[in-house]
């Protein structure tokens, strides 16, 4: 294994599988921890590579992303993971740190479950498990048939208000900002945490392609959503919400289908949804939520090597 500079790693691996893991997302937020290490391991050829965050006593990979994997160019064996593992321990004692890596849901490909079995059989431990939820967008085709049947209840009588779903310009800033509010709203009066700033928000549409979306009533806007493409033909809610003094009007039982919908006629086959947990503690509210809508559920670990 060897450590590289930014510029030598993006070279490297011009096309990383997942946006979280371009070299620009990584500079966008090293701030957010102590050193970052640009890691490769090679043999006869590169074979794969991760970025590496430094913070007191941890490595963290990803250090500000839901998730990262090991980078490569092409599907490489088993036995590559295997040797990289242990090369990332070898790097991990050298610096007197554990290394703690968050894995996507298996939904983002075999990458996944190579690098799930080679930490657990370098005696890497799980610190947690979330639940992720997901939506297969061909689901959308039939989409009262996925409902639960109050669901689908809340669904019909939504359709009755008069609501208006606008995508917004993601190249203004008042269009972000509009989205933005909304979801900072949501969340304070539901008392969840938003780790993204406006100027997260605003700098990171610039590296990675996103999507805002508002819907209002009565010339307000009552629900917002914004979605960042991460990988091929798949799109990630990053967040969305609605203003809890508007929910009897079933507000996200229209949204979630309007923001469905516009996904349903892209080249986007999953729309990830996100986890419903927080450090493996299940929201009960939100699980539920996202399986009367269709949602299907995959495991997303917390891995300490």
């Not at 008069?162 to 972000?176: A, G, M, P, S, Y």
């Amino acid at each position: 294994m060897q450590e590289v500079s930014f510029q030598e790693y993006r070279d490297l691996f011009p096309s990383p599988k997942v946006a979280f893991d371009t070299v620009a997302f990584a500079e966008l937020n090293k701030k957010k921890c102590q050193i970052v290490h640009y890691l490769i391991y090679r043999d006869t050829k590169i074979r794969l590579g991760l970025i590496v965050g430094e913070r007191e006593n941890l490595l963290c990979c990803p250090y500000s992303a839901p998730f990262s994997i090991f980078e490569s160019n092409k599907e490489e064996r088993l036995e590559h993971y295997e040797q990289f593992v242990q090369e990332l321990k070898d790097f991990a004692i050298m610096k007197g740190k554990k290394l703690r890596l968050v894995l996507p849901p298996s939904i983002y490909g075999s990458v996944v479950s190579k690098m799930f079995s080679s930490l657990m059989r370098s005696n890497a431990r799980i610190v947690y498990t979330d639940l992720n939820y997901h939506y297969p967008l061909y689901k959308f085709a039939h989409y009262c048939v996925f409902l639960e049947r109050g669901t689908r209840n809340k669904f019909y009588n939504s359709q009755k208000n008069n609501f208006q779903f606008v995508k917004l310009d993601t190249n203004i800033d008042c269009d972000v900002e509009r989205a933005y509010c909304v979801i900072k709203q949501n969340r304070e009066e539901r008392g969840f945490p938003l780790r993204m700033t406006l100027k997260d928000v605003l700098a990171t549409r610039k590296i990675i392609k996103a999507d805002f979306f508002v819907m209002s009533h009565d010339g307000i806007d009552v629900a917002a959503a914004q979605v960042f493409h991460v990988a091929k033909d798949m799109a990630q809610v990053i967040y969305w919400g609605d203003l809890p003094h508007y929910s009897h009007l079933r507000t996200m039982n229209f949204f979630t289908y309007k923001v469905f919908e516009y996904y349903s006629q892209t080249n986007i086959q999953i729309l990830d949804i996100g986890p419903s947990t927080e450090d493996g503690i299940p929201n009960y509210g939100l699980c539920e939520f996202k399986e009367n809508i269709g949602c299907e559920v995959t495991l997303k670990h917390t891995i300490e090597l």
